[in-house]
């Protein structure tokens, strides 16, 4: 393993965070209690914990290109859990916010679920999981995945066919709603 | 009026930054100033001779210093005034360092806003009058409130001066949590064997009065002169008689009662005798566990008793008692750990706090010295620590460091090995402090010698496994990967706190506390020992988190404060204090309410109210000047007349 300059640590990096997360990134004292909490943490390729560290020092390519960014699960354990009252959920998400922006997204095919399961909130004002299913599969090409799953869930009706009814123009407000956030993520930057 | 002044240069400190020959330049117009000069360092010796020399030369009758925060050196230049001849308080401060010259980079500003400050000085000075010290006489006799090591050591170190000494502690046995421990770190030599002789001096030494099972009640009066009132609590046993033989605990039908002094680790009986060594070695009864006092029916003891020390109508008794001095030893609880749910808030009972695990590691603890679960009674073979359990945690309100945890954690995971040969322990720690004489050496034996496995990080939970394990989930943070433990018997280092009810002590003490319930000292770094109330000092942990060593020289140190203290037959009273103008008192009693320390009374002058200040207890704190409605309260040093003149020069800049 090369050594790390830190003498050349982005330090714009860290600010950015901080400021995106509203979270004092300093206050972390690296006792792990993110990472001993964290129920994904089997399927992460770096622990919470030291998503934190990398934060700290600056090290923003280590910490965007992070496959753990995609595999949390948003349970907020690890916040729960912090001495130190710092959002680590939080900061878990404006890190791929930041990914996203950078084109850095290590593990599309959850980028994918994520944006198909938004598409179908914003045309029927909620979740439609077949629709889901269907978005997924075309963007990622993985079109046998968890099918086989497929049967017991429309047996315990789980999975409709049709979609869920929003009624009074509910989608459609849903639908201004996911608009408008768009528009002022455009006009301010950030995340959309 | 001849006024010299000083302008410091302190070095860099306020030269870097300050134009101070400019300073000096201003000051020589200002009125009354005779004499203006800018020496590099003030309070070094050639620095107070230069002062000495000019007041002499010049024929000063007042000095100004700019300088450094009066908190530093006002002492110091009062007494240098005070060799050339001058009244001490015809000596004014301008803090040009602290106010000035650390604050700010811009040289003119800071020029500016220091000229105008020493300009305030002058205006002040010119309104000066020379104020002399009243005295007073000292009780030569002390109250220790709180009997563990740290109390213990005072009284033992005054008495030993041959000074009288009140030892007052809130349990049925002096020894406090000292006592309950197995054994001390860096040497592990036995606590009962190193604390009991002290314990039994202080029961032996003719100058120690021991009131236990007693409480600060009331306090009054003021250095050299105060007057406490002492509650005995109701015993129920008449401790004149009681000879401590026993028979009473052997006898008692009640034995279903939870042992305050083992930590509520083993069952005891409703009437006890703390432990074999106890101090004093007295009975007494829990009235919410004894039958006869319950229900009215029982009686066993009362019929037991050789002596007929028992007395089932007894009551709390008041006793006052005069002193010249306090010392404040009230050390410490454990924070309420059962806060973390994640820990199971208190439902397993396999997991206890570390005092608890001293109880069981003692020989005279309800196990004998065993160590066994608390659930089954089988001995552990694996044992976690978790240190820093409400301790460096923000998010319940204790963000500081608890300081001796990871000693003891240390410490009882050696005596585990020792117990328990093939046990194998586990420490969950964030940071090793081991910073006193030989800790760090102990804590590398732990590690090295006795095979206890350290992992570094904190625990996020712990749950039972359903075959009689703990699974303690953790962190290697040094690995970057989650662990866990399965735990016959987890101990949580649970952080300090300050002991229950030390604010409403603080209060009746009149010392400041801060938002933890640890008592002020008067400079966190040059005055530990002292409070902000004359006469009263700090011994242990009551000040803020520290170990036996360090208690006990805080002890002693606090015994060398009041034996300095009571070398003087006469003690001199500080002249900046409040005086009432009768003509303008109204008597409506506004400043005896406001006055925080009781210095202000009202009283019968030629068949009028007036109020009066008593001098010796006021502390010129200036919070009555401020609230007379007449102005007729004035604070010596301080009187409307000198800060208006202060104001006034400020405006004229």
Known sequence: MDAINLSHKDAAFTRAVATRSGQSVTACYQCGNCTAGCPAGFTYDMPVSQIMRGVQLGLKDQVLNAKSLWMCLSCSTCTLRCPNDIDVAGIMETLRHMAREQGQVSVPKVNKFWMSFLDTVRIFGRSYEIGVMALYMMRSLRVFTDVDLAPDALSKQKLGLMPHVTPNGGAEAVGRIMQRFKERADREGGAA | ?653
């Open chain 2, 1 to 653: 009026m001849r006024i010299g002044v000083f302008i410091c240069h302190c070095g860099s400190n306020i030269g870097g930054t300050v134009d101070c020959a400019k300073v000096a330049a201003l000051a020589a117009t200002f009125p009354d100033v005779v004499y203006a000069t800018d020496p590099m360092y003030t309070c070094a010796e050639p620095g107070q001779a230069a002062i000495e020399e000019a007041i002499k030369n010049y024929q000063l009758d007042g000095v100004v210093v700019a300088s450094c925060s009066p908190r530093m050196h006002e002492p110091t230049f009062r007494r240098t005034v005070e060799r050339a001849g001058l009244n001490r308080y015809m000596f004014e401060m301008a803090n040009i360092r602290e106010h000035v010259s650390w604050i700010g980079k811009d040289i003119e500003a800071n020029t500016n806003k220091a000229a105008e400050l020493v300009k305030m000085a002058v205006a002040k000075l010119r309104n000066n009058k020379a104020l002399h010290a009243a005295s007073f006489d000292v009780n030569k006799k002390v109250l220790v409130i709180g009997g563990g090591v740290a109390g213990i050591q005072a009284a033992l170190d005054c008495a030993e001066g041959g000074i009288p000494v009140v030892l007052v502690e809130r349990e049925a046995t002096i020894g406090g949590k000292m006592a309950k421990l197995d054994k001390t770190f860096p040497t592990v030599d036995c606590s009962a064997c190193i604390l009991g002789p002290k314990m039994v001096d202080v029961a032996q030494s003719p100058n120690i009065t021991t009131y236990a099972y007693s409480e600060i009640e009331s306090i009054s009066g003021y250095v050299g002169n105060f007057t406490v009132t002492i509650r005995k609590k109701t015993t129920y046993v008449d401790w004149s008689k009681c000879t401590g033989c026993g028979a009473c605990t052997e006898k008692c039908p009640s034995k279903k009662t939870p042992d305050a002094f083992n930590e509520v680790t083993g069952l005891t009986t409703a009437i006890t005798i703390a432990f074999p060594q106890a101090i004093p070695k007295k009975a007494v009864i829990n009235a919410q566990h004894c039958k006869k006092l319950l229900t009215g029916k029982c009686g066993v003891c009362a019929k037991t008793c050789p002596t007929g020390a028992i007395n089932y109508e007894m009551k709390d008794e008041l006793v006052t008692e005069t002193v010249g001095a306090i010392v404040a030893a009230t050390g410490y609880d454990l924070v309420d750990w059962t806060q973390y749910e994640q820990y199971g808030g208190g439902r397993y009972p396999d997991v206890i706090t570390s005092l608890q695990y001293e109880r069981l590691l003692s020989a005279s603890g309800p196990t004998g010295g065993h160590i066994v679960r608390p659930s089954d009674g089988k001995e552990p073979k694996n044992v976690v620590f978790i240190q820093c359990v409400g301790s460096r945690d923000r998010s319940i309100g204790r963000p500081y460091c608890s300081g001796f945890c990871c000693m003891y954690t240390a410490k009882q995971a050696v005596l585990t090995k020792d117990h328990m040969p093939d046990s194998q322990s586990y420490v969950f720690y964030m940071d090793i402090r081991a910073n006193g004489k030989l800790y760090d050496e102990f804590q590398r034996r732990a590690v090295e010698e006795y095979g206890t496995e350290y992992i570094r990080g904190r625990v996020s939970k712990i749950y039972p496994d359903g075959k009689g394990h703990l699974i303690v989930k953790g962190a290697d943070t040094l690995l970057g990967q989650a662990v866990e433990v399965e735990a016959d018997l987890v101990v949580l280092a649970v952080g300090v706190e300050a002991a229950k009810g030390a604010a409403r002590l603080a209060e009746k003490l009149r010392i400041s506390y801060d938002s933890y319930g640890f008592f002020m000292e008067s400079h966190v770094k040059l005055k530990p020992v002292e409070t902000n109330t004359a006469g009263v000092y700090l011994a242990g942990v009551c000040q803020g988190v520290k170990d036996i060593p360090a208690s006990v020289a805080q002890g002693s140190a606090a015994a060398a404060k009041v034996l300095s203290l009571f070398s003087k037959d006469k003690l001199q009273s500080d002249p900046q204090i409040s005086q009432v103008d009768i003509k303008r008192c109204i008597a409506c009693g506004k400043c005896v309410q406001t006055c925080p320390f009781g210095a202000i009374e009202l009283f019968d002058f030629r068949g009028q109210q007036k109020a009066r200040v008593i001098e010796t207890v006021c502390q010129g704190c200036g919070l009555c000047t401020a609230t007379c409605p007449q102005g007729a309260i004035q604070l010596a040093h301080f009187t409307d007349n000198q800060i208006l003149a202060e104001v006034d020069a400020l405006c004229q800049c």
